[in-house]
């Protein structure tokens, strides 16, 4: 197993539970979740993928784009004012830029955020060929302790593609409704006093009550839905998460180091985001999904699986999501970037990206840490970049 020494730098004075993702301390923090929240290893096994070097390398001070205002960009000065951590660049299966920074390096691990969930949903569709799970079956015939909860009867598809119709905002202004009291539940953010709760992150799921529309009628981003997922699929095989993700992904797909997952207060591995990895494991994670599932002569992703992720349903996208994506899609955990087009992303919160153009042979992952939570703007003009690269690159 290579080493992956942490990244320079200690501990800033005053990061806390409630702070560490937001800045100045996410400029560490996200490079040193080991110490701050428990987790839990992604064995990497023996296989190694190996990255080669192209000749041909693709020069970010020289290389320019339009960005979503029209205007020229130059790409390193983007990079810099993005807060990256991190760039790598492949075509062909072959590296033509990789770049680091705020001190990350090789051998760095850096959270994923929620590109976790695009992991979450390659498990899926492995376990799915292998039939250790089937998608029509329901969250209450997995978790019956979750069988009075309104996520009961959503079944796993619906969950993929997050489509329930069970009412928990996403983005919620109260830190402790929606995504906040997920993060709560979690224990990656401090229980509130006054507030009468002290909820585990099953206890949160069991818990939900409402519905908004019926399930599988429309998309409606909600971290939650990950989690849930998640519980499914140990239950289902009756072992964790990190084991199965090693298991029937990382392993097969040969990558450089171990992974590993952030672990709720229950010791279970935070399936909507909590996944840590290196550059270049993500960058093959990528390849997977450019290379319809195979990696150095091994399928490790069914090929129709992929096939399948490339096609979203516009019509199920809600208005929300077509805010800013407005010609896009969602399927088992990947966005469609533009629907008719073949680019799809993966994209985390503070500025995680993995962006995949099967047609022209390119995949681009991204580490950063935004100032801000989310940053539409910033997003777009990333993803104007990668496709700027692609064209650029393939000649088309």
């Keep these: 197993m290579t080493p992956h020494p942490h990244a320079p730098g200690r501990r800033p004075i005053g990061l806390t539970l409630d702070n560490w993702d937001y800045p100045p301390y996410n400029r560490w923090s996200f490079q040193h979740m080991r110490e701050i929240v428990p987790t839990a290893p992604i064995p990497s096994g023996e296989t190694r993928s190996p990255l080669a070097k192209s000749t041909h390398g693709l020069d970010v001070e020289k290389f320019s784009f339009l960005d979503k205002s029209g205007a020229q960009r130059n790409a390193a000065e983007f990079l810099s004012r993005s807060s990256t951590d991190g760039l790598l660049v492949l075509h062909c299966g072959k590296i033509v830029g990789e770049h680091y920074f705020n001190g990350m390096h090789r051998y760095s691990l850096h959270i994923l955020h929620s590109v976790t969930k695009s992991i979450v949903g390659a498990l899926c569709g492995v376990l799915v060929k292998a039939r250790h799970i089937s998608l029509d079956r329901t969250v209450a015939d997995l978790v019956p302790f979750f069988s009075k909860s309104a996520y009961g009867d959503v079944t796993l598809s619906q969950l993929l ?38 909820l585990t992150l099953p206890d949160l799921i069991a818990a939900q009550s409402r519905t908004r529309r019926i399930h599988g009628a429309e998309f409606e981003y909600r971290s939650i839905e990950t989690e849930v997922l998640g519980y499914c699929i140990e239950a289902a095989l009756g072992s964790t998460l990190q084991e199965l993700v090693s298991t029937f992904l990382w392993q097969p797909m040969g990558p450089e180091q171990d992974a590993n997952f952030g672990l709720d207060t229950q010791g279970h591995a935070v399936a909507d985001g909590g996944m840590s990895t290196s550059l270049r494991d993500l960058g093959r994670f990528g390849l997977l999904y450019a290379q319809d599932g195979a990696i150095d002569g091994r399928q490790v992703i069914p090929a129709d699986w992929i096939e399948k992720t490339r096609r979203g349903d516009p019509a199920k996208f809600g208005a929300a999501a077509r805010q800013t994506r407005p010609n896009g899609a969602y399927r088992n955990q990947f966005w469609i970037v533009e629907v008719g087009k073949p680019a799809i992303a993966a994209s985390g919160v503070f500025g995680q990206m993995l962006y995949i153009d099967h047609s022209r042979d390119f995949v681009a992952a991204k580490f950063s840490s935004w100032p801000q939570l989310l940053d539409p703007e910033t997003r777009i003009n990333t993803e104007r970049l990668f496709s700027a690269m692609a064209s650029s690159l393939s000649g088309k």
């Design 161 to 198: 593609d997050m489509t329930s119709g069970v009412d928990f905002p996403e983005n919620s202004t109260d830190p402790i409704t929606g995504s906040g009291l997920l993060d709560i539940a979690i224990g990656w953010k401090i229980q509130p006093t006054g507030r009468g709760l002290n």
